[in-house]
């Protein structure tokens, strides 16, 4: 009585699907990054128009591209302002932040409040206009207190990200 010994190899596939499951895991990464950094702005209570929460996004070697910058009216209404492109090389990578000029003043603060260099260290005053009689009055301030809601949004996502892995790469998302 005979038998035979074949041996396949399937290293291939298995390496595409490793690849394809890495791929998956990252997309899920810059989607939960992307949901604890709105909270965190949310809950500061830094809405106003939502052009900072709803610019919020990721980009991967998956989707690398154009993303939208955002701005509003006098109104508030949400306007597209241009198209910028973000391009990823590393495919290992995803890149979590927001289009609009501004995001960096509530990540970082400004003026007395800033956490980098470069913040005013005296109060300062600017002019704003009423739009109900159109006059302009002064305003003092001493700045924006810092919220780092993607720092924090980061945070709260490394406490999961070895578990969200662990589930990814064995194929169960």
């Known amino acids: 009585m005979g ?3 074949k041996i396949t ?9 490793m690849i394809k499951n890495k791929n998956a895991f990252l997309e899920a990464s810059g989607q939960q990054i992307v949901s604890f950094a709105k ?10 128009t939502g052009r900072l929460r709803n610019s919020l996004t ?5 989707h690398s591209g154009e993303s939208i910058r955002y701005k509003t009216n006098k ?14 090389n590393d495919e290992d990578k995803v890149i979590v932040g927001s289009a609009t000029e501004y995001a960096k003043w509530h990540e970082y603060g400004t003026g007395i409040y ?3 260099p470069g913040g005013r260290r005296k109060a300062w005053k600017y002019y704003i206009r ?8 002064a305003v003092w301030t001493r700045g924006l207190k810092p919220i780092h809601f993607l720092k924090r949004g980061m945070e709260r996502y490394q406490k ?6 662990a589930r990814y790469m064995l194929g169960k998302y």
């Open 3 to 5: 038998f035979e010994i």
């Open 114 to 116: 800033a956490s980098q």
């Open 58 to 62: 990721y980009v991967t070697s998956a």
């Open 130 to 137: 009423d739009r109900a009689t159109g006059e302009y009055k």
């Open 75 to 88: 109104e508030g209404t949400v306007l597209v302002d241009r198209p910028v492109t973000v391009t990823i």
């Open 9 to 17: 190899d399937n290293s291939a596939k298995v390496i595409e699907q």
């Open 160 to 165: 999961q990200a070895k578990a969200l892995l």
């Open 39 to 48: 909270q965190e702005v949310t809950a500061a209570g830094r809405i106003d």
